[in-house]
């Protein structure tokens, strides 16, 4: 395919360096990479194919580092949680047609996680666009609805302003995935100019500062309540403000419950968290939530699994919403104080005017509901309980570990046995859900902080649709990442359903699995399994020191242990089962 040279424009002001970049023409895949480095990206993961190999052959010897993943739906998952651990911005590179349809799954995660993330997808040529090319898929048309933008390059022109444009609008306001399809043609064709200095975002302009009588209307509710909760979120650390929350909650004397998304925000060994809320949060979160005068929601979207039954969700209180989204303020639940703008200058705001306030009748009551309603297990039979290998994952490490997840019942168990003190500490798949998520999401979490203990919590099944792929991506790159697969033989939470709401017709969520020690070590991974309970904190300690690549441990767990409490769909957060279940343990 022959180059096609562009008439040379003028260049916009850009000094010497401007200058300098004219003088020279440079292909469309070199700007690619050059405008990547330019903006940061330090690494980059990506899936070759035919329309992206002079991407790719422009990546060979630049100073980005390029992560190739056995599936593109594991990059993109390694790209979301590299933005997640990092608070970069993730780059996912792949080709068209079948390999840009598979990111759709990953950039679906990102955006109902407001994760920061650039998707850069190749295309068939321009003049083959719209008929049936081999590999063509129109991927700006797919992805729209899971985009925050999403936008095809057809002049060379507009390449580099683009993806300038891209990085912006993934990490500012409300984080998301930006997509940007790029024709073979323009990869390879040369440009002697940078038109791309000056963005073109009219009608773009995030609300950062809060309105200050907005400001003022919240803290003198907040002043004045008796029974306040604050319901945190996962904006509070995308925004970067868990230092100034944890200032507010101080000043002001709050409890705090967190969201799983927020976990990590306020740290979860003081007194005044009420850990995790919602169909699988604890019984005093909701109850608090249920009781409170006044619910304080910042960089939380009242989710369904959250909230329960709306109409009866917080029912005694006045409602204070902060968030960047203004689309977000009053989607779910009706509010009474908006409060518009970014949560670490908000809350910055609201210390200053905040009265530390004793609540002691508030705080009594909500300790009795601790006291009488801990998350807790039966440790006392032979079997391995779940929840006492993530229990004693979270003693050996000391609560420090980066931990991600697949989706299932050992998500719910990670988000209530393992205390989480700092932000970016939980990666997992929160609004979508997305079963597989679990070790792509380490081996991103492990490339963004190669000196952090990383650990992987995942259900067998969830490994199944992954990680017996990308296992061999984390041994390529000898990440010393701690696997643990929490092997029931189920899918455990349908299982879970099934038992409660569909008479224990187990349909079709029961698959034999492999011996996942003899894969691991097929694919060049240390591994053990482990069978009695007594070996749970030795295999745990092994894995700790291994430091050689990967270590998976298979642990064969209790096939039907459920996670309690549980709201069933429909109900108020109140009418949360298995409460006397254990009550029954204690």
Not at 308 to 323: E, L, M, N, Q, W
Not at 550 to 576: Q, R, T, Y
Request: proline share 5%; with cysteine.
């Amino acid at each position: 395919m022959s180059a096609k040279k562009v008439n040379k424009k003028k260049p916009a002001e850009g000094g010497a360096k401007a200058k300098a970049s004219a003088a020279k023409p440079k292909t469309g895949a070199q700007i690619i990479v050059d405008t990547l480095v330019e903006q940061g990206a330090d690494t980059v993961f990506g899936y070759l194919g035919g329309v992206v190999l002079p991407l790719f052959d422009k990546l060979y010897g630049s100073p980005i580092r390029v992560i190739v993943p056995r599936h593109e739906q594991g990059g993109c998952h390694m790209a979301d949680a590299y933005a997640r651990a990092t608070g970069k911005v993730g780059v996912i590179l792949a080709t068209s047609g079948p390999g840009a349809c598979n990111l759709v799954t990953g950039i679906a995660n990102a955006m109902m996680d407001s994760v920061p993330m650039v998707a850069i997808t190749g295309q068939v040529r321009t003049d083959l666009i719209g008929n049936d090319a081999f590999q063509e898929a129109d991927i700006t048309g797919i992805t729209r609805p899971i985009t925050k933008h999403n936008s095809i390059v057809k002049d060379i022109r507009d390449l580099a302003r683009t993806i300038r444009e891209a990085f912006y609008i993934a990490s500012t306001g409300r984080p998301g995935p930006v997509l940007i399809d790029v024709p073979v043609d323009i990869a390879v064709t040369t440009y002697e100019g940078d038109d791309g200095k000056e963005m073109r975002l009219a009608g773009y302009k995030p609300r950062i500062e809060g309105h200050g009588r907005q400001i003022e209307a919240a803290m003198n509710a907040i002043n004045s309540s008796q029974r306040p909760v604050l319901y945190v979120g996962g904006g509070v650390i995308i925004a970067g403000a868990a230092a100034e929350l944890q200032t507010f909650a101080d000043k002001a004397h709050l409890p705090v419950t967190m969201t799983m998304m927020g976990l990590g925000s306020f740290d979860q060994t003081k007194t005044e968290s009420l850990d995790m809320l919602g169909m699988h949060g604890s019984a005093y979160a909701n109850y608090a939530v249920q009781e409170c005068d006044l619910l304080i929601a910042v960089g939380a979207r009242f989710d369904d699994r959250v909230t329960g039954k709306v109409k009866t969700f917080a029912p005694h209180a006045k409602i204070i919403h902060i968030d960047i989204d203004p689309a977000s303020i009053s989607k779910n639940v009706n509010v009474d104080i908006p409060v518009v703008g970014d949560a670490k200058m908000i809350l910055s705001e609201m210390a200053k005017l905040a009265e530390h306030k004793g609540r002691k009748e508030w705080f009594a009551k909500i300790a009795d509901w601790k006291k009488k309603h801990p998350f807790r297990y039966d440790n006392n039979g032979g079997a391995i309980k779940p929840q006492y290998v993530i229990e004693e994952m979270w003693r050996k490490t000391k609560g420090q570990a980066i931990v991600a997840t697949g989706v299932g019942q050992h998500q719910m168990w990670t988000a209530q046995f393992y205390k989480f003190t700092r932000p970016r500490q939980l990666l997992t798949s929160g609004g979508l859900g997305t079963m597989g998520f679990g070790l792509p999401a380490a081996i991103g979490a492990q490339i963004g902080k190669p000196d952090d203990l990383v650990v992987c919590i995942d259900g067998d099944h969830s490994f199944n649709m992954t990680g017996l792929t990308e296992l061999r991506t984390a041994v390529e790159h000898k990440l010393p990442i701690k696997i643990c697969v929490m092997n029931n033989g189920y899918m455990g939470m349908v299982r879970q359903w099934q038992e409660l709401f569909y008479g224990k017709r187990y349909s079709c969520s029961y698959l034999s699995n492999p011996s996942y020690e003899a894969v691991a070590k097929a694919l060049g991974a240390e591994a053990m399994t482990v069978e009695k309970k007594a070996d749970v904190p030795k295999a745990i300690e092994k894995m700790l020191k291994y430091k050689n690549g990967p270590i998976l441990c298979d642990f064969h767990v209790e096939p039907e242990e459920n996670v309690w409490p549980m709201v069933p769909a429909g109900k108020s957060i109140h009418e949360m089962d298995g409460l006397d279940i254990l009550e029954s343990m204690a």
